[in-house]
């Protein structure tokens, strides 16, 4: 679908393509990507309001941009993306990613819809409709994650329906509940059976074979999470479009670089699914992919055409994707082609600048108060030892991963109470339910982290988003969340008491208020803080915030205890 | 946009799919073309409906056809047809190509638009509810074709946009008026403006550089009219899809079969735009243009993606040109890759064969009286001589081509009256307004026919289709087009007083109301009759046809009289 134009608008577009007026703005003698033949070739690019109206010859405008020594290509889409991890608002994701040349972005508000639904949509909508990217917002398919766990909301297809024909919706969200689409789930076939005739995203790790085909021929488009290249040459040869991630957490990027030929390029796409504002300031967003690719032997053509011809015709996007006549004036100059360098950015036909950020009207926040949670003592993650001592299930990480394993181990015991220890490794793990539901605490141990003083707690545990707080003994577990829950949301580390670093996360206990680059700076305190605190692990809060996602293996917490994945029920 | 599902038939497509129930169809031990890779896998392939759930797995079905020794690829998009010149209905188009491999075609209705305006369009939708084929009918966008002659309806975009919606289009058929969309017509801004959100159709012989910047920009995204491979390297710079087309007369896989590798695919479809059914029974349909590239050195790979997924992305038909579950179950099941021999087709999820074509319920014919014109005689093409001998303007023909010479001679006069030369092969050409409008005769001569006795008469003229005659005396004239006349419509050869051949197109006077195979008989028989009277022309009929198009260079005639169509003007 393009965008409406008036008789007059068409008028003023030829008139600026035919060279008969001056142009609204041309970026003068500049190299032009052909994203059909990977030539570069030079000469003018003339725009008229939001839309490309001429290249390849000479043009004169009301603003001319020099381009000489520049290459022209489309701007990037992010093909799945959740703002909210990049722990910023949608309008602060717009201003970090769009001057790095990431001009379109597919995102599912599933963190936000997981603690406040429909408002948290409707939040992301608004949002979506102010930001100078064009941010698409997909209806999140699976809220909550599992029936294993406490959502703040829960999301059915009568929910989702009235917004199918917004103009920022392209249809539903990673559909995650693979096994409620095999197990023909009721509520997953209404989903799938109400958006049938428009896009529906996958998340399918590791599907194969017959329960592949069922989920792709129910209407499944793509999967973002692909991890090998067998895999993945799986699901493209049964038509899924692959779209290749390089998050934070999960880095897929080397073992699929081999696939991004010439022949499958048209089939594959770029995607940060969860990336940190400290790796996307230190490495770049979608520019990082596409460097990276590049710097595995990746064809520039290939890479490019993924990151933005393929990304959008893939979603339906058929007005951007090439720098040519007809097509959306986003661009991004880059100095260099193969090192993906961006010298500016043009987005929506204008210049991007820091007042068209200070420009943009303000969205109201919401979820202030989503932190639904009395002050907690050092006796609510009390585990009284029941018995002798007997093996526990103790939940190992994997560092780099969100993969974990089952393991086993003797807990040791005082005062006739389980406790951490911190000899072996052997942390007390708690989620606490904030949503205002139950109030339920699910405790258990960790094994991988290596504190060996005070507490880390997270309003941010996915999907459900309950408090997730690991510790060395139970008064900073309490330390740490009592803070938390001062902040109405956020990342806490507190040693022997007292709180050694923090970041408020008020927007649904998810998202910060302030600017990215504030963020940045608190991530960076709180790294320190937690390194001081014994930890080799490079991202110890996501990390832990994924140990209660029950649809990743193999052991996993909840608000409601621990769940082991592989048979998908508490322990 | 797929098609909608309910959801006990996604339960059935999952439990198919999933090998849990017997597929409806399963095609077993089949090579399956990988569009993504180009490789060919061994598999079955397994169809639930009208839908593939499976691929690359054991399946077993209620109907199971064996596949050992076949390779199955998806079934051909011709991306631009016009169904009219294949001289049969819809129906019987359908039942001449669909075992050929073409499932899908995208056709613009204009010829028959020309006659009778909506109501041939609506016949054309009423054909395609029906099609064994998805047939999609674009909305002709330039009728009449310019103002230089007298059509039989005009549509204006209030006659189109009632048709915007309707499940069968996807925007405006072929956009002709490139001088309308340059000088911003207002009746064409009125057309661009009101399908600018949908998809729109081009036709854009020679245009090039700021001209061709305009076009596009006005929202024209495809081009059949490219003729050198250099004028295609600027479109699909330029981001046109390029309609690669082989019809009848226009051919121009020679001078584009270069263009079509792995890089530009994408951008890339075939068509025949015209293509009569001796061609088709005697070359083949799409098969045809596979083969043909193949045959010049073209990527299996590459000819198929343009053939079938790229065509079908391109137009927004994201249900097909895969095969791969979720897609729609049109297969081409080929006995050899290279020459791309059919063995047999499968649309819409089941064999096709004889039984399915006369299953399908009937189309009321339409225009059986759309050749409004009172029998003439010998007199009516008198042309009286005026003053002495002086050089008059002649069409010339080019054999095989439908671009015509201005050319010069100085006329033969005898009785008072200018008369054909059969020594010099200057014959009588005129054009018959035959739309019950003012009944205006155009007058001119024309070289290059050959013709030695007798005359050839059509109720084809493009795009207005009044009657066109040829001949070497007045008499022959008057006794071919009285015959057509008795016809309602068709090619008629007539010597002596006698008729010697004809074929009767009394559907708006352009199309058979008989099966494809007595058409084909009735064109051999036509094809000799006129070889009989002397012309060394393949396709005299068809090159008469395009005398009446002013819209192409360089001397035409319409029935308002010679036209120089550099000027854009009568003589």
């Not at 509940?177 to 428009?198: Q, Y």
């Not at 300031?281 to 595995?296: F, K, P, S, T």
């Not at 507190?494 to 709180?499: K, P």
Request: proline content about 5%; glycine content about 10%.
């Amino acid at each position: 679908m393009r965008e409406k134009l008036s008789e007059s608008r068409l008028a003023d577009i030829i008139d600026q393509a035919r060279g008969k007026a001056p142009a609204d703005v041309v970026v003068k003698s500049v190299g032009i990507l052909d994203l059909t033949s990977g030539e570069v070739a030079t000469g003018d690019i003339a725009i008229a309001g939001d839309r490309i109206v001429g290249t390849h010859e000479t043009y004169h405008g009301a603003l001319e941009i020099d381009g000489r020594g520049l290459v022209a290509v489309p701007g990037f889409i992010d093909s799945h993306v959740h703002c909210e991890s990049t722990l910023v608002s949608p309008l602060e994701f717009d201003r970090c990613v769009v001057p790095r040349g990431t001009t379109t972005a597919i995102c599912d508000p599933h963190e936000i819809c997981n603690v406040l639904g429909i408002t948290g949509l409707k939040y992301f909508l608004d949002c979506a409709a102010v930001t100078v990217m064009d941010l698409r917002v997909q209806l999140s398919s699976c809220v909550p994650a599992t029936h294993l766990e406490t959502s703040g909301a829960t999301l059915e297809a009568a929910d989702l329906l009235p917004f199918k024909h917004h103009p920022k919706v392209l249809g539903l969200a990673e559909f995650m509940n693979v096994p409620g689409v095999l197990a023909k789930d009721p509520g997953v076939l209404a989903k799938l059976a109400a958006f049938s005739d428009v896009q529906i995203d996958g998340h399918s790790p590791l599907l194969s074979s017959y329960d592949l085909n069922a989920y792709i021929a129910a209407g499944v488009r793509n999967c973002h999470e692909t991890t090998s290249a067998a895999e993945a040459r799986e699901k493209l040869a049964k038509g899924m479009q692959i779209l290749v991630r390089e998050g934070t957490v999960s880095k897929d990027l080397a073992a699929l670089a081999e696939l991004i030929t010439t022949e499958r390029a048209p089939f594959l796409s770029l995607c940060t699914d969860d990336r940190n504002p400290l790796d996307i300031a230190e490495e770049g967003h979608v520019d990082h992919l596409i460097r990276a690719a590049i710097g595995r032997g990746v064809r520039p053509l290939d890479v490019y055409r993924a990151a933005t011809w393929s990304a959008a015709r893939h979603f339906g996007l058929v007005d951007r994707g090439l720098v040519a006549p007809g097509q959306r004036a986003d661009l991004v100059l880059l100095e260099d082609l193969a090192t993906c360098r961006v010298h500016s950015v043009i987005c929506r036909g204008t210049p991007v600048t820091p007042d068209r950020f200070r420009a943009r009207p303000d969205v109201p926040l919401v979820g202030p108060d989503s932190v639904k949670r009395a002050p907690v003592s050092a006796a609510t993650f009390r585990m009284p030892a029941v018995g002798g001592p007997v093996a526990s299930p103790v939940i190992g990480i994997r560092p780099g991963q969100i993969l974990t394993d089952r393991r086993e181990f003797e807990l040791a015991v005082r005062d006739g109470a389980v406790v951490a220890d911190l000899g072996r490794d052997l942390l007390k793990v708690a989620v606490l339910e904030r949503h205002g539901r139950h109030g339920g605490v699910g405790l258990g141990f960790v094994t991988g982290f290596g504190i060996t003083r005070g507490a880390i707690a997270s309003s941010i545990g996915h999907d459900s988003h309950n408090i997730c707080v690991i510790g060395c003994n139970d008064a900073d577990m309490a330390t740490a969340v009592n803070r938390l829950i001062a902040l109405r949301g956020g990342f806490v580390a507190a040693v022997d008491g007292n709180v050694t670093a923090e970041l408020a996360l008020p927007i649904a206990g998810l998202m910060s208020d302030r600017p990215f680059e504030e963020v940045e700076q608190g991530l960076r305190r709180l790294r320190a803080a937690v390194a001081a605190m014994g930890t080799p692990l490079h991202e110890p809060f996501l990390q832990m915030a994924f140990l209660a996602l029950p649809v990743i293996p193999h052991l996993r917490i909840t608000d409601r205890g621990l769940v082991d994945v592989d048979r998908f029920a508490l322990v």
